[in-house]
């Protein structure tokens, strides 16, 4: 591996690791209490903006932005993230089990044994999506739910939950779009090798398959890998997320054989019906010189190389950019790892490209990064909405037209709670002017068909526990109450309106 991507990665984990300092506040989940319904949502909503002579008109204001017919308005979660239930109806554990458990590994201790216990309350959940009025929800479906062991019998009673709630989404009009794997592998295969090894890529073709046939056709599109630039990254590169390794030379053989599940997964589909759609969920970060320059711009040319090109050249043009393969090495373990027929396997055609779009990247000449604009509550997250601009038309100048959604977007706030609401005006500034980004990308000709708010519930934030809080729904932890917040109402008359 080269200096210069020894010095970006150590960079990489400079900037994560000052992202673990800010202060822990809540936390300790009990399945106790009641729940605020959908009632809460309907009466709250569509405030009229003149009756209040204090209400400060901005960020609700108006743009004058409509969308494109049937746009697909939507909200994402993830399995461990917010199902709770960690030891029932047969669940094995995962890697995140496993990682919430070791002490010192997230903040707090906190875990996701109980999260927001969507498992018991998804009727509930359901509920409050109805009154939002989404058009389309993205979660996911945990592997230890349906092969405690990673392998053999699925779990019936795993695959029953699921298809209580696709059937719950579509009695209610919204249209399921399901991920295969959001990072909880089961905790056996990870003792087996997890992810480097090449075997539990064709273990999990054959857990797809299970779950194919099980639900297909009821789940209009299917996501197969959550994110595997983060799995590299964070579990691999930097440890501050599950298995917790600290290993270069491992993270890109894991990069490997998770873009061959990708395409296994693909193909398991095809095999299993022509009725649904399917794409990987990639998280993709425009990277621009911090200075000017030649050095600056090869840097962030390979920078971009491992952000963004290592997971869409291969699946899109069925080859690893050349110049990161380089930049590896010929002897490392990913180059190694690559058999004849690999690529052919990644780059099956896809249906459509999930984009997970937070933050930019600067830069410098020696590979290292500086940020430009303010951070959210997450430090690694600085405020950009022309990145995912940027990002949606390059995809298409790049990669073509192919039919683009954008399946997570948004941002922590410190929000508390006030009687029965809560007011969190920073994340409808930050939803609209993303929204009016993307809305300028479908202008210039970008066919990008839906969008998903992360989240749409307050939730387990992986090692960062429950103090930073995404979602749209407010949970109240130490009850489990959940409370619509102002831009939950805000994004209902973007819904309704069909723009902002
Ligand atoms: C991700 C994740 C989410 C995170 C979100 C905020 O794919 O990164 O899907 O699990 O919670 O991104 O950090």
Redesign the pocket.
């Known amino acids: 591996m080269s200096v210069l991507t020894r010095r970006h990665l150590l960079r990489r984990a400079a900037l994560s690791a000052s992202a673990a300092t800010a202060a822990r506040v809540s936390a300790g989940a009990s399945t106790t209490a009641a729940v605020v319904g959908s009632a809460a949502l309907a009466s709250a909503c569509d405030p009229d903006p003149e009756s209040d002579p204090n209400r400060v008109p901005e960020p609700e204001s108006r743009l004058g932005l409509r969308f494109p017919d049937g746009f697909g308005w939507g909200a994402?979660t993830?399995a461990y993230?917010i199902e709770g239930a960690a030891k029932e109806d047969g669940r094995g554990e995962s890697v995140w089990d496993t990682f919430s458990h070791t002490p010192g590994k997230t903040r707090g201790g906190d875990t996701g044994d109980v999260a927001v216990d969507h498992y018991h309350r998804y009727e509930t959940d359901l509920d409050l999506m109805r009154e939002l009025g989404l058009r389309t929800y993205r979660f996911s479906i945990s592997w230890s739910r349906i092969q405690a062991d990673g392998t053999g019998t699925p779990n019936q009673r795993g695959l029953d939950f699921y298809r209580r709630l696709v059937d719950g989404l579509l009695a209610r009009d919204i249209a399921p779009m399901a991920t295969l794997f959001?990072?909880d592998l089961p905790q056996s295969l990870q003792d087996a090798g997890g992810w480097e090894s090449r075997e539990v890529a064709y273990r999990f073709a054959e857990y797809a398959d299970h779950v194919f046939r099980a639900l297909g056709e009821s789940v209009p599109v299917w996501l197969t890998i959550?994110?595997p630039k983060?799995v590299v990254q964070n579990g691999y590169l930097h440890g501050h997320h599950a298995p917790g390794h600290r290993d270069p030379a491992a993270a890109y053989l894991v990069a490997h054989h998770l873009q061959l599940a990708h395409g296994l997964a693909v193909s398991a589909l095809r095999a299993a019906t022509a009725k649904s759609r399917i794409g990987p969920?990639l998280?993709l970060h425009p990277c621009y010189p911090a200075v000017e320059g030649a050095e600056a711009e090869a840097a962030t040319r390979l920078y971009d190389g491992y952000e963004n090109r290592l997971y869409l050249d291969s699946v899109f043009k069925g080859s690893y950019p050349v110049d990161v393969l380089d930049d590896l090495g010929p002897d490392s373990r990913m180059v190694r790892a690559i058999r004849d027929g690999d690529l052919k396997i990644i780059s099956a055609p896809v249906d459509l490209l999930a984009v997970?779009y937070?933050t930019p990247i600067y830069v410098t000449p020696s590979g290292g990064t500086v940020r430009r604009w303010p951070t959210s509550e997450?430090t690694w997250?600085q405020i950009y909405p022309d990145g995912m601009y940027d990002m949606l038309t390059r995809i298409q100048r790049d990669y073509g037209d192919v039919p683009l959604t954008i399946?997570?977007n948004?941002l922590?706030t410190a929000d508390t709670l006030d009687g029965d609401t809560v007011d969190d005006p920073g994340r409808i500034t930050f939803l609209r002017d993303h929204l009016a980004a993307a809305h300028r990308a479908i202008a210039a000709g970008v066919p990008l068909e839906s969008y998903h708010v992360?989240?749409l519930l307050d939730?387990?934030?992986?090692n960062?526990g429950y103090e930073?809080r995404?979602g749209l729904i407010y949970v109240d932890y130490p009850t489990l109450r959940r409370i619509p917040k102002r831009s939950a109402h805000w994004y209902r008359r973007v819904i309704a309106d069909n723009g902002i």
């Open positions: 994402a993830s993230q959001h990072w959550n994110e983060t969920a998280n997970q937070y997450a997250q399946t997570e948004g922590p992360w989240s939730n387990f934030e992986w960062e930073q995404w």
